[in-house]
């Protein structure tokens, strides 16, 4: 079908190919006038050959009035000729309409679908994209904490009811590490009852010593009547194939916003008619939701308004000044590494203090959940009074933003990288765990009788401090702001005003718990599975607190690049905690006295050693999947993969931007050709009103040229005699 | 499921299924929301095609559309005469278009018609700033309109006769990553 575009009205202009064709050959001419509503129909076309079942569909997406589109559909209906196919028509019908409204039931089932939809009619884009990364995160944590329960979890349980225990004779040479055998983390059976609260919460006592930690799996490996099972490989490769999952996961959403992101190159070009043409939301309803777009709008053209008289100055400032805003610039960078520096040897400091101590009751408390209140006030401390300096860099808009997102990012992973390696030094006595309190065991067994679990433990008490501190804000802090600001109308609380959403903070905070719960998961078997119910908490309060107390935020937010961005940190947190499982699990020495691990001098070991009990086939398919005579070459393909994706990507970006040129090409072109046209037309009109006689005697073979095309393109005219000679 | 309704005949209905992206259900209860904006007006029985036309006025009044500083805009580009007087067909039209279903391409037919204050097929300075002073409530001193309409016609404006024709805007509206889900109202 060729569609004619709307403007194409004044002279019949060659066919252009349409955006939207079809095997439709029903032709739509626009009347010969401006009069652009008003299409016509040429129902001399030739009748159609068209596939059947694309009909319904593109009846929709013309764009006529629906009179009209009634009109064609009945004689679209008209024209069925025979009656089997009739019934073959009827049957497709049918179908397309059974997958529509199966696709609308399913809609119903994809998680928090409506209210996803609604939070972005009210607050738009960017809170919206928040929302999904929240479900998309609570979706992985939910499906990996399927899998640890399917293969370690229920094992395990299933095990010790039945009294299995490690069937395994020690054979390992205990030379001098007898003493580092003993683990007893069993409490006491007279508690008082405040205790049980603080080991629900610091996940000491009875919650050590139980499925929650690591510390609680056995070695079993069961083999009965043709079943086998081996414990702690089926927990080293869950670990495993948990970590490779969610990459999978991340690097596959990555993909999807990546592409969106290619093709309409990152959103920077051409900001203002794409603001002034999409800015706009129709779905917002309310007075108050309006005028605040309408605010949020003038905000956002003010703003890039203002970023390009910046540039102007900048452009145009004196050597000496540029020289001096440098300076500054490098100075005030400077003072935001020694903050970012005090922060990490305060959060050192405080691991170190409360790992040495040992204090029980409501201080000893206090003093466990050290680390973690140190990190949570160095996370909001110190981007505020980064915030503070930026104003001083005199930065662009945009630049300052991407700014604040990054020093943010290096802060919160980074300290988490610093808690890591405090606790690894303590474990490890530094690194030699030859000398000194390592001695016997390879790890600072007097303080540290099981390792694992204690790591576990930390990242246990990270995740609850989270959870618990997003909760007391809310109450705390967003809900009486509220209040104060809607019936007090002092100044202070007016300029105060209300809460605003900001994405990109709250975005950091998950994937700073992702990020714990990742290093975690190793230790803690469990973590998954708690996060689960911690991000669907988040979801509900964040929801409440968003209609409640929040308004729609005045600056706003490119979804699509930072959507993109987002999921580049949380992969960048990925690889953090995918380091830490390297790490443990091939360097440092299993706990002697727990886990599933500790007959083995590292917990890799537990792969060769069930290599080697396979079968002498699959082993010698592992061996050879090993050796350099497939890896090399197998290491080689991917690499040529990957240097023809990646000359197939800028190709494309080449022909996109190739295509673009030849639009602007043919645009000029039709101008230039209209014009022709007009001026032609003119001089024919001149030509054919002045008097014809002086002409003839003079130039007599020109001038059957114009009458010669005068008698077969305009009506003849009888009155005229058509052979002058 | 055997409810027996008697607003549309069935092939009314087909006929409504097929040309918009509508179910059937959601065809009678926009049907519902119609009759509503004109009680004496609107007919329930529409089995012969009645031809009742709601003026612009009451359905600019309609909830979804009341706040929309464009509403005037668009419901006048949906009318068969031009004037804002919907008949039903232009009504279940209008929210076709609108719904999430709507392909980018039909969207953006409709967003040009939309913006074209004059109706000259031409997005022009003059529909430019009446855009832009709708979008901004007019708060904008009048440099910074002039200043904002010169960019995007800069930018959008690709054979340089310094005003939009579709060409220019849908190559622009190709780039917009957020079209799709801010040119949606949902009913």
């Given at each position: 079908?060729?569609?004619?575009?709307?403007?194409?009205?004044?002279?019949?202009?060659?066919?252009?190919?349409?955006?939207?064709?079809?095997?439709?050959?029903?032709?739509?001419?626009?009347?010969?006038?401006?009069?652009?509503?008003?299409?016509?129909?040429?129902?001399?076309?030739?009748?159609?050959?068209?596939?059947?079942?694309?009909?319904?569909?593109?009846?929709?997406?013309?764009?006529?009035?629906?009179?009209?589109?009634?009109?064609?559909?009945?004689?679209?209906?008209?024209?069925?000729?025979?009656?089997?196919?009739?019934?073959?028509?009827?049957?497709?019908?049918?179908?397309?309409?059974?997958?529509?409204?199966?696709?609308?039931?399913?809609?119903?089932?994809?998680?928090?679908?409506?209210?996803?939809?609604?939070?972005?009619?009210?607050?738009?884009?960017?809170?919206?994209?928040?929302?999904?990364?929240?479900?998309?995160?609570?979706?992985?944590?939910?499906?990996?904490?399927?899998?640890?329960?399917?293969?370690?979890?229920?094992?395990?349980?299933?095990?010790?009811?039945?009294?299995?225990?490690?069937?395994?004779?020690?054979?390992?040479?205990?030379?001098?590490?007898?003493?580092?055998?003993?683990?007893?983390?069993?409490?006491?059976?007279?508690?008082?009852?405040?205790?049980?609260?603080?080991?629900?919460?610091?996940?000491?006592?009875?919650?050590?010593?139980?499925?929650l930690f690591y510390g609680y799996y056995n070695n079993s490996k069961i083999e009965s009547n043709g079943f086998s099972y081996n414990i702690p490989l089926a927990y080293l490769l869950t670990a495993a194939f948990y970590f490779l999952f969610c990459l999978i996961c991340m690097i596959i959403r990555m993909g999807g916003t990546a592409r969106l992101v290619v093709v309409t190159g990152g959103g920077a070009v051409g900001g203002y008619s794409m603001l002034v043409f999409t800015g706009w939301d129709h779905g917002l309803q309310g007075d108050r939701t309006t005028k605040l777009k309408q605010n949020n709008l003038r905000h956002r053209l003010q703003v890039d308004l203002e970023e390009e008289r910046l540039k102007k100055k900048a452009a145009s400032l004196t050597l000496g000044q540029t020289v001096s805003l440098y300076a500054l610039r490098v100075f005030l960078n400077l003072v935001v590494l020694i903050l970012i520096g005090a922060a990490f040897y305060g959060i050192a400091e405080a691991t170190q203090f409360s790992q040495s101590r040992k204090t029980t009751g409501f201080v000893g408390l206090l003093l466990q959940y050290l680390p973690s209140m140190v990190i949570t006030a160095s996370n909001f401390v110190v981007p505020l009074l980064c915030d503070k300096i930026a104003l001083l860099e005199k930065y662009s808009p945009s630049t300052t933003v991407i700014l604040a997102l990054l020093r943010a990012v290096f802060l919160r992973l980074v300290s988490l990288g610093v808690l890591l390696y405090t606790l690894w030094e303590q474990i490890t006595c530094k690194g030699e765990i030859n000398s000194g309190n390592c001695e016997p065991c390879s790890y600072y067994y007097d303080q540290y009788k099981c390792w694992e679990t204690r790591v576990g433990q930390e990242m246990y008490k990270l995740t609850l401090f989270d959870f618990l501190i997003t909760i007391t804000t809310l109450i705390l802090v967003e809900f009486p702001r509220r209040i104060v600001v809607d019936h007090c109308s002092c100044k202070l609380t007016q300029w105060v005003?209300?809460?605003?959403?900001?994405?990109?903070?709250?975005?950091?905070?998950?994937?700073?718990?992702?990020?714990?719960?990742?290093?975690?998961?190793?230790?803690?078997?469990?973590?998954?599975?708690?996060?689960?119910?911690?991000?669907?908490?988040?979801?509900?309060?964040?929801?409440?607190?968003?209609?409640?107390?929040?308004?729609?935020?005045?600056?706003?937010?490119?979804?699509?690049?930072?959507?993109?961005?987002?999921?580049?940190?949380?992969?960048?947190?990925?690889?953090?905690?995918?380091?830490?499982?390297?790490?443990?699990?091939?360097?440092?020495?299993?706990?002697?006295?727990?886990?599933?691990?500790?007959?083995?001098?590292?917990?890799?070991?537990?792969?060769?050693?069930?290599?080697?009990?396979?079968?002498?086939?699959?082993?010698?398919?592992?061996?050879?999947?090993?050796?350099?005579?497939?890896?090399?070459?197998?290491?080689?393909?991917?690499?040529?993969?990957?240097?023809?994706?990646?000359?197939?990507?800028?190709?494309?970006?080449?022909?996109?931007?190739?295509?673009?040129?030849?639009?602007?090409?043919?645009?000029?072109?039709?101008?230039?050709?209209?014009?022709?046209?007009?001026?032609?037309?003119?001089?024919?009109?001149?030509?054919?009103?002045?008097?014809?006689?002086?002409?003839?005697?003079?130039?007599?073979?020109?001038?059957?040229?114009?009458?010669?095309?005068?008698?077969?393109?305009?009506?003849?005219?009888?009155?005229?005699?058509?052979?002058?000679? | 499921m055997g409810n027996k309704q008697t607003i549309f005949t069935d092939e009314q209905l087909d006929a409504y299924q097929d040309c918009t992206f509508f179910t059937r259900k959601e065809i009678l209860r926009l049907h519902g929301r119609y009759h509503e904006l004109a009680p004496h007006l609107v007919p329930m029985d529409y089995t012969n095609d009645p031809d009742v036309k709601v003026p612009l006025a009451l359905i600019v009044n309609m909830p979804e559309l009341k706040e929309n500083p464009f509403r005037n805009r668009i419901v006048e580009s949906f009318s068969e005469d031009g004037q804002g007087n919907l008949s039903f067909n232009d009504f279940v039209d209008m929210f076709s278009v609108l719904s999430e279903m709507a392909p980018r391409e039909l969207k953006a037919i409709y967003a040009f018609k939309i913006y074209d204050f004059n109706v000259d097929n031409y997005i022009c300075k003059e529909d430019l700033e009446k855009t832009l002073n709708r979008l901004t409530k007019e708060e904008l001193t009048p440099e910074e309109v002039v200043l904002v309409c010169e960019k995007a016609i800069e930018e959008a404006d690709l054979d340089g006769d310094n005003k939009l024709s579709f060409a220019d805007f849908e190559n622009m509206i190709s780039r917009a990553p957020d079209f799709l889900s801010t040119f949606h109202i949902r009913i």
């Open positions: 079908m060729e569609l004619r575009e709307f403007n194409n009205q004044v002279h019949p202009s060659p066919d252009y190919p349409s955006p939207y064709s079809s095997q439709h050959s029903l032709r739509l001419r626009t009347g010969p006038t401006q009069d652009t509503s008003a299409v016509q129909f040429d129902w001399s076309s030739p009748p159609e050959d068209a596939e059947d079942s694309n009909e319904p569909q593109n009846l929709r997406e013309l764009p006529l009035h629906m009179s009209l589109k009634r009109a064609v559909w009945q004689v679209q209906k008209m024209k069925v000729p025979v009656v089997s196919s009739s019934w073959n028509i009827k049957r497709s019908k049918t179908f397309h309409r059974f997958c529509e409204v199966a696709k609308y039931i399913l809609s119903y089932f994809v998680l928090w679908n409506r209210g996803i939809q609604r939070i972005g009619g009210h607050f738009g884009g960017g809170v919206r994209s928040y929302f999904l990364f929240l479900r998309f995160l609570v979706i992985l944590n939910f499906l990996s904490s399927l899998l640890i329960a399917a293969f370690v979890l229920i094992p395990s349980i299933v095990f010790r009811s039945m009294k299995f225990n490690s069937t395994i004779a020690l054979t390992v040479n205990l030379n001098g590490t007898e003493s580092c055998l003993h683990y007893d983390p069993k409490p006491d059976a007279l508690m008082v009852f405040y205790t049980y609260f603080l080991d629900l919460v610091s996940g000491t006592g009875f919650m050590e010593y139980s499925y005003g209300r809460q605003e959403f900001l994405v990109a903070p709250n975005v950091l905070a998950l994937v700073y718990s992702q990020t714990v719960v990742w290093t975690g998961a190793l230790f803690c078997p469990l973590l998954p599975f708690i996060n689960t119910i911690k991000f669907i908490f988040f979801f509900y309060c964040k929801k409440i607190t968003l209609f409640q107390n929040c308004q729609p935020a005045t600056r706003n937010f490119r979804s699509t690049t930072s959507n993109f961005f987002f999921l580049l940190v949380l992969l960048f947190g990925w690889m953090l905690s995918s380091v830490v499982l390297l790490y443990s699990v091939s360097k440092i020495h299993p706990s002697y006295g727990c886990g599933p691990f500790r007959i083995y001098p590292a917990m890799w070991e537990v792969v060769p050693e069930a290599v080697k009990m396979l079968s002498s086939s699959s082993k010698e398919f592992l061996f050879y999947i090993g050796s350099q005579k497939c890896s090399i070459p197998l290491f080689i393909f991917s690499c040529v993969l990957l240097c023809y994706v990646n000359v197939l990507t800028s190709v494309h970006g080449k022909s996109v931007a190739l295509l673009r040129s030849q639009c602007k090409l043919e645009q000029r072109d039709k101008q230039f050709l209209v014009r022709q046209i007009e001026e032609l037309n003119a001089t024919m009109q001149n030509l054919h009103r002045e008097p014809q006689q002086p002409l003839r005697e003079t130039e007599p073979f020109y001038h059957t040229s114009p009458q010669w095309n005068q008698y077969n393109n305009y009506a003849f005219d009888p009155n005229e005699d058509p052979n002058p000679y | -």
